[in-house]
C-alpha cells in the first residue's frame, strides 16, 4: 500500500512539473505574439500617419541615384587624369 501511495505521489509531483513547463511555454508563445502584433501596430501607424509619402521616398531615391552616378563620373575622371599625369611623367 506504501508502494501504491509512494508512486501516486511522485505522478502527481511529474504532473505538477509538466504544468508549470506547459505554462512556462504558454508565456513564451504569448509573448513572442505580442512582440508580432507591436511590430503590425507600428507598421499600421507609418502607414496611416504616411510620415512619408511615395513621392518623398522617390524624390529622396533620385537624389541618391544622383549623387551617385557623380561620384561615380567623377571618380573616373580623377582616376584617368592621374593617369595621365603619370603617364607624362615617365615619359
Known sequence: MEELELKVKELEMKIDELESLQENYQESLTHSLDENDVHALVDELIAEKELITQADLEKSMSKAH???IK????????????LLGLLRIFM
Not at 561620384?71 to 592621374?82: F, K, N, P
Open 71 to 82: 561620384w561615380v563620373v567623377g571618380t573616373g575622371i580623377s582616376s584617368v587624369a592621374l
Open 66 to 68: 544622383l549623387q551617385m
